[in-house]
């Protein structure tokens, strides 16, 4: 047994209608009659019988392309045996109920009748033939929920025409879906129109099928086979009514392929060859229950039609796909530019403070973590007599040496040394893996490559020196062991400047005493 809608019954505005339809009298009968285990065919063929524009009916359905089998029925009470029991019961129910349905509706209604009922019939034939293709016995209720499953828009028009006409000016034109009606309204029709049936005492399977056919992964575990065959199969018929009724062909047509692939394995030319043969199907429903129904293109062409949205949206997403990728690597360039001139000195283009700090932490977290065979080394570098420099040229001169002794500072540090501006005339080196030799390597390297250093300015050349302290710890416990090396490395630099200057002093400290 499954699980009831969550709509107990009809919204009161509904409910309360005058103009709500009852299921005539026949179908009543037709269905008393079959909850009877003592019923027998014959029973069927007389209620049927009373109703002679029913009975044309079947006749019709039993030599159509849908049920054929050998030499023309022109009695009814034939057409029921070659129908069967089963058969003849929903197919009474069924044309009984379109039969007791309106056609047409007020001149000022937004509601497309023509277009309901075209949806109607493409969906009964469309749920009865992809129920036989899949091999599901139920093609019978296929039919009759496929021909019932839109009732709900019919009876919202109908009983509460104010309030639907704001959905169908959302639409503009086109059959609104069961997703447009929820947004507008807070309910659908699949759900107005499974309630309704289930008050007409129709069928369990048929009721609860319509109210899940839009959403059949909601099923509850509970449901019955029977119940979650047909409405995955009528979810399937209402794609393919899409790709028939809709200016939405082509996504419709692609959701068909993937879903009836995955579920029933069946390959795209098989659907497409199903979609096509469903046309002489219709075109009989449609004159069995004296109905009009024109649809634009011959069916083979309306396939055509989607295959081609189908390659046209497929480009389209590929070019929203590039695009989107597109925008996403500018925005990510962008990202790392701001990033870089966050990170970046201003005057000389290396790296500034703020690097130089978040960088330490996370070499010290490094090594924390023994990331490191050796230790940890700093470098700090002050270019010599600088003030009197400025004194003497002035600060556009200074700017242009301190350029250049930012270059002669990177270019002297390893690849994976981390060099930067720490403010005014003073630089620092991450060296993240060392020992004291190297250090003393590297350091005597940018020495030199600074006293090296020519600058050009006003036609005059400048030269500069630097003196630079150096610290090697070998065992960091602490992120509070960077700012105390550093210190360490400060006081070599010092000791350096008294030393002579253009010198190099470093030192090995085997762990930090804080």
């Not at 005014?424 to 940018?446: A, N, Q």
């Amino acid at each position: 047994m499954s699980k009831e809608l969550v709509l107990p019954q009809l919204p009161e505005l509904i409910a309360k209608a005058d103009n709500l339809p009852s299921p005539p009298s026949v179908a009543m009968e037709v269905l008393r009659l079959t909850s009877d285990d003592s019923v027998c065919i014959e029973d069927i063929a007389v209620v049927v019988s009373r109703d002679p524009a029913l009975s044309a009916k079947l006749l019709k359905l039993s030599n159509s392309s849908l049920f054929k089998r050998g030499s023309e029925i022109s009695t009814i009470d034939r057409a029921t045996m070659v129908l069967g029991l089963k058969t003849v019961k929903l197919m009474a129910l069924s044309f009984s109920l379109a039969g007791s349905l309106p056609k047409s509706g007020e001149e000022e209604s937004l509601f497309d009748y023509d277009a309901y009922w075209a949806q109607s019939l493409t969906m009964a034939v469309a749920g009865r033939s992809l129920a036989q293709l899949v091999k599901s016995r139920y093609f019978d209720e296929a039919f009759m929920c496929g021909l019932l499953s839109h009732i709900g828009q019919l009876v919202m028009a109908e009983c509460m025409p104010e309030q639907y006409a704001k959905v169908l000016e959302r639409v503009a034109g086109s059959m609104p879906t069961a997703e447009d009606e929820r947004q507008v309204l807070g309910f659908d029709y699949p759900t107005i129109g499974a309630t309704l049936l289930r008050q007409w005492e129709m069928p369990e399977q048929i009721h609860e099928s319509i109210g899940y056919s839009a959403c059949p992964m909601d099923l509850p575990a509970t449901s019955s086979v029977e119940v979650t065959e047909l409405a995955w199969i009528l979810h399937l018929a209402e794609l393919a009514t899409t790709v028939i009724c809709s200016s939405r062909k082509g996504p419709a047509l692609s959701q068909l392929h993937e879903t009836v692939s995955s579920r029933f394995e069946l390959s795209d030319s098989e659907i497409d060859a199903f979609i096509i043969g469903l046309e002489n199907g219709v075109s009989e429903t449609a004159s069995m229950l004296n109905i009009e129904v024109r649809h634009a293109e011959p069916f083979d062409k309306i396939i055509e039609q989607a295959r081609m949205q189908m390659v046209s949206v497929s480009l389209g997403t590929a070019i929203d796909l590039q695009q989107s990728k597109e925008r996403e690597e500018a925005l990510e360039l962008e990202k790392e530019e701001l990033s870089k001139k966050a990170n970046t000195d201003k005057l000389t283009g290396i790296n500034n403070r703020a690097f130089f700090d978040e960088k330490l932490r996370e070499v010290i977290k490094e090594h924390i973590a023994d990331k490191y065979d050796k230790g940890l080394g700093l470098l700090v570098l002050d270019i010599d007599h600088f003030k009197n420099f400025n004194d003497t040229h002035g600060h556009l001169a200074g700017d242009a040496v301190l350029v250049a002794v930012a270059q002669a500072v990177d270019d002297g540090v390893r690849g994976a040394d981390v060099a930067a501006r720490y403010g005014g005339e003073e630089f620092v080196v991450i060296l993240p893996e060392t020992d004291e030799e190297g250090l003393l390597l590297v350091s005597e390297r940018i020495r030199q490559a600074v006293e090296a250093t020519e600058v050009t300015y006003e036609d005059k050349l400048l030269k500069v020196t630097a003196s630079i302290g150096g610290a090697v710890c070998n065992c960091i416990d602490h992120q509070a062991d960077g700012p105390a090396l550093l210190k360490v490395a400060d006081e070599c630099l010092y000791a350096a400047k008294e030393k002579s200057r253009n010198c190099s002093v470093v030192t090995t400290v085997d762990s930090i005493v804080l």
